[in-house]
């Protein structure tokens, strides 16, 4: 494998990206978060041990690393601090391994206010937003009126760019009980964070631009999947940043020559959170059962995830853009019980027959999946850690969505756990 790698989520999110870069993160010197905010929810299994990160990348759970938080991540700071706390409780410490970019966007509590307005607006067509602030943030930072991280270390200028958040916002503050409209409220909290974030700034495109220059090797990590690309992705069901390759680039500053391999991460089927097209979606037993044993539940919302097939049309777009290499295949263990798979080769739309997404992604609402259905396996898969002891009918199904996709199989991941793992070639 290459020594710089990029982990990419090719669905719609949730593929267990958190365990991936937890795995890969043990021999990266650095791991390095580029975009999203604290919808994100990482979740990793060490021993009995589940943690759940936000906004800090997943290779801080491994002792010794260097963890950095770029400039296109939106950063709720008090989720931060509530992050680092959990941390310290946990006996892990992040001194001289924590670096934030003093040009990352906040997300302060009136950005949530607005965001749960918004959706309540929206009525019945809603986005499925996590009303985490996480949109509202990004457009007061594209509106250029947004409030970064170095600001808090300006009182005078962060209380004139709050007072310009009071005009602009007028009509969600004036007048509102809730005290995340309280502006003066935010000014002071942010005023006692600075000593917390002012050891933790540095130059983060500087930073990775010279560990590259010593050798050293950079895991980047993304937040959400492919799908959700505020640009490529299901418009307007989609998040508001840019999920694929092209984000880590922006959203650290670096230059694509430091990226050696593209892993794309791929559930074994397929889930969704909120709204938007999903081809392939279960509303039957079957969906149930796939939320049922893939405990299918959103690790920063707790809502239901909604479950179906795995789609290999969805899944050759995101391969395509991203550029990837190779890809791990995780919840492989979540199939074991099914008597048959059915996996998406393709779509109808109007009487025509597609294996490509459609130019609007609008018309994936509209779309029928064409299925193959393979064999399944009824054979229990959890802790496999060798290819060949796996069922061969498991096997074939692992070996079709490569052989579709044109890429190797890095990885398989046949429970939470990081043992629970098949390392193909890493």
Known sequence: MGKNKIIIGCQWGDEGKGKIVDLLAEKADITARFQ??????HTICVDDKKYILHLIPSG???????????????????????ELDFLVSQGIGYDNRLWVSPAANLVLPY???????????????????????????????????????????????????????????????????????????TYKELLKLADLFKPLVVDI?????????????????????????????????????????GGALTGLGVSHKMIDEVIGVVKAYTTRVGA????????????????????????????????????????????????????????????????????????????????????????LGHVKPIYTTLKGWKSDTTGTTDFSQLPKDAQDYLNFIADDLGVKIRLVSTGAKRNETILISV
Request: charged share 30%; glycine share 12%.
């Open 36 to 41: 999203g905010g604290a919808n994100a929810g």
């Open 205 to 245: 495109s500087l930073l990775l631009a010279k560990a590259f220059k010593e050798g050293k090797s950079i895991l980047f990590e993304g937040a959400q999947g492919s799908l959700l690309d505020v640009d490529l992705g299901t418009y307007p069901f989609a998040t508001s940043s840019n999920t694929t390759i």
């Open 60 to 82: 801080i759970i491994h002792p010794g690393k260097v963890c950095v938080i770029g400039n296109g991540v939106v950063l709720d700071p008090f989720a931060f601090k509530e």
């Open 276 to 363: 938007g097209p999903f081809p392939t979606e279960l509303v039957d037993e079957i969906g149930e059962q796939l939320r049922l044993h893939g405990d299918e539940y959103g690790a920063s919302t707790g809502r239901p995830r909604r479950c179906g097939w795995l789609d290999l049309v969805v899944l050759r777009n995101s391969v395509r853009i991203n550029g990837v290499d190779s890809i791990a295949i995780t919840k492989l263990d979540v199939l074991d019980q099914l008597d048959e798979i059915k996996v998406c080769t393709g779509y109808q739309l109007n009487g025509n027959e597609m294996t490509e997404v459609p130019l609007d992604l609008a018309e």
């Open 111 to 185: 950005h949530k206010l607005i965001d749960a307005v918004e959706e309540k607006n929206r009525g019945t067509e809603g986005l499925g937003t996590t009303k985490r602030g996480i949109g509202p943030a990004y457009v007061d930072k594209v509106a250029r009126h947004g409030i970064r991280v170095a600001d808090i270390f300006a009182p005078d200028r962060l209380k004139k760019r709050l007072e310009h958040q009071r005009k602009l916002k007028d009509k969600y503050l004036t007048g509102s009980d809730d005290e995340r409209a309280d502006l003066e409220r």
